[in-house]
């Protein structure tokens, strides 16, 4: 695998890479790999000559400074994995390789930018925009694969291509789960041998909406489901909503594409999950 480190040395790489008719495909990560990680790894693999990944924690889409702080870092665990799984290309800059000092950014991505996550992470999706654009610049992918679990992420990325006319295909690859339905994430390594079993709830929950959804209408599904979460103890909800996929409005019976959409805090970690209901 070739290492960059470089927005030069990559630049003039990937230039090479399209001088010769290759494809990309692009895998943006913040490190602490996971199995979720190496599946978008190997969706790209399948659809492209040559797979680039970067690892940078972005510390633009942190709202909290013990958060980034805190962000675990194993680099060296990292490439290994990466190395195993055949990735072609690694991207890891340092921060000043990305930002120059003081620079300011703000994209219009219209009510995505307070709705859920918005609400609860003011700032998080100005963050990922600034580094998404910018490592599509310098990588310019045919295509980038973003994973399902941050549903609302993938849609302020599709709306930023969208606006800036990007010439980037987007894929949204499936949540990766725990044999016992927990999210893959590279939080759950902060969770606590109590957190990690009440972090269970959450996918419990999920499914039970999933599974239930025709026996209810939607408010009453959508309350029993807060209620399930409210009685986990060590578990504090931040929201769980059933919306129109396309909109993140809560969904009505004549919705079409609904996604059930969890975020709680489980100990001192804050995790967040969701499941398409119908599409
Ligand atoms: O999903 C993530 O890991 C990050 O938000 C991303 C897309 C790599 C941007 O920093």
Redesign the pocket.
Known sequence: MKIFTRTKEIEEYVLQLRLTGKTTGFV???GALHQGHLSLIQQAQQANDVVIC?I?V?PT?FNDPADLEKYPRPIVADIQKLEQAGCDVLFNPDVSEIYATHEQWHLNIGELEHLLEGKFRPGHYQG?TQ??YKLFNIVKPDTAY??QK?YQ?VMVISKMVQLLNMPVKLVMCPILREPDGLAMSSRNIHLTADDRLHSLILSKTLNWVKDNFNSDKIPEIKAAAEQLINNEPGVELEYFEIVDGDTLHPANQNTKNIVALVAARVGKTRLIDNVIISS
């Open positions: 943006a990560t913040m970067s940078f972005n889409q990922v580094v998404v973003f994973g941050d992420q």
